[in-house]
């Protein structure tokens, strides 16, 4: 006789190893620069991750359609190439943007521009808090995840580097007291380990090697933040065990 208790139990277990059983549709916007969206083939990498991990309720999202990576993913997006997060709030531009994609998380890869134009830290870290700010607006429960850019040796800027890792220092003691438990900002670290010298082809924007570091760093933090914002669901799912007899 199979004890039923045993096989409810089992059966939890198994929805609890496996979140997408029953979890609703969560709706993911990748915000940022020409890294993020130009084209951006870590996301298609990244989305793969999360095909591969059997993670499929997400609905990635943006008023950017996907470019070509090599195979079909799910690409919209909003990396604007070209942008600051000064400018994004300068114009105002993100809140038609979120009341067009409404997602359920941001990951937010913002600041290479700033720093290359020379920009103070602090006015960098005020336009990321003005942007979150205005995503709290569209979802007062909205999951950030905001990056350590990755390093940068563009030609002409002998600087950049040492701006990436000021703004990235400051990220890390600013996201805690931004953070809130209705809407957490978690810091994802796409800096270390990426080497300009051999994950660009220009000091800047990733080539394959850089977009395979940049889809893993995010895989984690993503793959944790759909979990809670989808709901780790305890669904009992019935199975041939369950169906023995009491």
Known sequence: MFNFAKSMLLAVSASVLNPVLGAATVRINALGDSITGSPGCWRALLWQQLQNANIKNTDFVGTLAGQGCGF?????NDGHGGFLATGIVKNNQLPGWLSISKPDIVMMELGTNDVWSH???????AALTKLV????SQKPTMRVLVAQITPMNPSGCSDCNQGVIN???AVVAWAPTKSTAASPISVVDCFTGFNTATDTNDGVHPNNSGNAKLANCWFTPLKAAIALAGGNTTTVIPSASTNSKR
């Open 72 to 76: 079909t993913y799910d690409g919209e």
């Open 119 to 125: 920009l103070p830290t602090e006015t960098i870290v």
């Open 133 to 136: 700010d205005q995503m709290r």
């Open 167 to 169: 703004l990235n220092k």
